[in-house]
């Protein structure tokens, strides 16, 4: 049985895609994000071919974005402040392969809080998130 803690960090810069009546009522410019992750996993090997792993993980979420009205008198006004989300939950996983390669699976289930402002008024829009991941594990070592 192996434990450890992790430290991730990623980072999204993006033009938004919105459809086109959208496009006539509000502008998103400058949107950013960048994610804090913290997950403690415990991971059990099955032998040489496989192994389990899962556990609480914690991210904290810096937003950042202009949010523009365009169909009124104060055409140009920024309609939504910026504002940052924690997500709290967990994730289960396994892989299967040999020695030095493994193809993953795993399953996210975050709880999010999110309360940003839109037009001077405080917006719950929290929610859960459910996601899975595929991925590919290169050992650069093997300990058998």
Do not use: C
């Amino acid at each position: 049985l192996d434990l450890a803690i992790g430290l991730q960090v990623q980072r999204q810069v993006l033009e938004i895609p919105l459809p086109s009546f959208v496009k006539d009522v509000f502008e998103i410019e400058d949107f950013s994000r960048t994610d804090l992750a913290v997950p403690v996993v415990a991971s059990r090997h099955l032998g040489k071919y496989g192994f389990i792993y899962g556990g609480p993980k914690f991210v904290y979420t810096f937003l950042s974005a202009d949010i523009l009205e365009k169909i009124s008198a104060v055409s140009g006004t920024n309609i939504a402040s910026s504002t940052n989300m924690w997500e709290v939950g967990g994730v289960v996983g396994g892989g299967v392969g040999y020695k030095y390669v493994f193809l993953m699976l795993e399953l996210n289930v975050l709880y999010y809080a999110y309360r940003p402002t839109l037009l001077g008024t405080a917006v719950d829009l929290s929610g859960v998130d459910v996601y899975p991941a595929l991925g590919l594990k290169v050992n650069f070592y093997s300990p058998t």
